[in-house]
């Protein structure tokens, strides 16, 4: 299967602080990826769609100001959480679907990035 | 949007048995995906399966599209089975993925 990368792995800021979290696919090009939330023993939520040369896609009620998307290559997209909070602590998980041939459109997830804000 | 249910949510097994999670969704799906997150977070894809029988060791999942439904079997359950097991669909075209909560399972030796 393909195999997407995130780093940092966690992290510790203090609120006010901007914090970069990258998202790459090491074996596979992504034109699209995906940013997703968790928080503890709950389900994934989706925060937007990263998009390859052109702005990012928002679910409804994620602030795009405060999670700045870029995604500036074919392998690697980044989440930037500008003037962290407490509220914006959790655990940021990207995705990206693998579009190669025989790959049916699979959807591999990076092993996520844990944010605690102080 | 397409809602994802999926049952039971919380699953207690003793080492060695069998189990069955079921996953519902409200809407026709082109992409169905199982996965098992460990307690370090990781999303392990388990089977990519839209529709019919897949199988990879203790593990095997059905899909029955028509009727809306993935279930998600495993056979002779072991500790590293513990974890939440998570079904997410794609309703059309490239959508992203749509989860359910989850089931936990918990395997006690």
């Known amino acids: 299967g393909a195999v997407v990368s995130q780093h940092p792995s966690w992290v510790i800021c203090k609120s006010g602080t901007s914090v970069k979290i990258e998202c790459r696919s090491l074996?596979?090009?992504?034109?699209?990826m995906f940013w997703y939330r968790q928080f503890p023993k709950k389900s994934l939520m989706l925060m937007a769609t990263?998009?390859?040369?052109?702005?990012?896609?928002?679910e409804q009620g994620v602030e795009k100001d405060k999670f700045l998307i870029n995604h500036a290559s074919l392998t690697l997209s980044t989440l930037t959480v500008t003037s962290a909070h407490p509220e914006d602590s959790s655990f940021y998980i990207c995705?990206?679907?693998?579009?190669?041939?025989?790959?049916?459109?699979?959807?591999?997830f990076g092993p996520g990035t844990r944010l605690t804000v102080l | 949007g397409i809602q994802v249910e999926q049952s039971p949510p919380d699953l207690i097994l003793q080492e060695g048995a069998n189990s069955t999670l079921r996953c519902n969704f409200s809407?026709?799906?082109?992409?169905l995906q199982w996965f098992h997150q460990n307690p370090w977070g990781q999303l392990i894809n388990l089977f990519y399966?839209?529709?019919g029988t897949k199988q990879n060791g203790r593990l095997s999942a059905t899909t029955v599209a028509t009727e809306r439904y993935s279930l998600l079997y495993i056979s002779s359950s072991q500790t590293t089975d513990s974890g939440v097991y998570f079904c997410?669909?794609?309703?059309?075209?490239?959508?992203?993925?749509?989860f359910g909560k989850g089931t936990r399972l918990s395997v006690i030796a």
């Open positions: 995705s990206a679907r693998d579009t190669r041939e025989g790959a049916y459109n699979e959807q591999f």
């Open positions: 074996d596979f090009q992504a034109t699209t």
């Open positions: 990263s998009n390859e040369g052109s702005k990012a896609t928002y």
């Open positions: 809407d026709s799906v082109n992409n």
């Open positions: 399966i839209p529709s």
């Open positions: 997410a669909v794609v309703n059309s075209g490239n959508t992203p993925l749509v």
